[in-house]
Structure formats: structure tokens, C-alpha cells
């Protein structure tokens, strides 16, 4: 499964975001992820790529894009 792909689901499945509110260039912010459900998404991501990531590389400005293009670089590495 893309890494994009991965992310949306997990919002929609895990966390509630309602699937016609994803999209790459969307924000967590703009999503209403505040920080602790980024904490949570960091922890499930960490353990479904097995790469490492720390809890503050994900952040609220981060789009869905830039999330996904970062745990891609970290799989790639």
C-alpha cells in the first residue's frame, strides 16, 4: 500500500477524519489533528513501516504529502 494511502486510511479508520476531508496538500491542523492523535498516528506508522520516527517529525503543519514523502525517504534509507 502507498505510504499516502497508509496515512489516509489510518485518519479515516483510526482516527475519524471523514474521507472527503483528506488531501495531500491538507494539513493535520487542517484536519483537526491536534498533537496528541499526531503522537498516536507517529506510534502506529513507527511500528506498521518498522522505520524509526520520532514523536516531533510529524507536526501539525505537515501535509499528508509531506508525512508520506518523509516515512518513504525513511523505508528508502
Known amino acids: 500500500m ?7 486510511t489510518l ?5 475519524g477524519v471523514p474521507s472527503p476531508d483528506i488531501a ?3 494539513t493535520f491542523d487542517q484536519l483537526g489533528i491536534d498533537s496528541l492523535i499526531i503522537v498516536e498516528l507517529a506510534l ?7 522505520v524509526p520516527l520520532e ?3 510529524l507536526y501539525p503543519e505537515l501535509t499528508v504529502q509531506q508525512a508520506a514523502d518523509l516515512l518513504d525517504d525513511k ?3
Do not use: M, Y
Not at 502507498?2 to 489516509?8: G, K, Q, R, V
Not at 485518519?11 to 482516527?15: A, I
Not at 502506529?44 to 518498522?50: M, P, T, W, Y
Open 44 to 50: 502506529v506508522l513507527r511500528k506498521q513501516l518498522g
Open 75 to 77: 523505508v528508502a534509507a
Open 11 to 15: 485518519l479515516q479508520d483510526k482516527f
Open 2 to 8: 502507498p505510504t499516502e494511502e497508509l496515512i489516509t
Open 55 to 57: 514523536d516531533d517529525e
Open 24 to 26: 495531500p496538500d491538507r
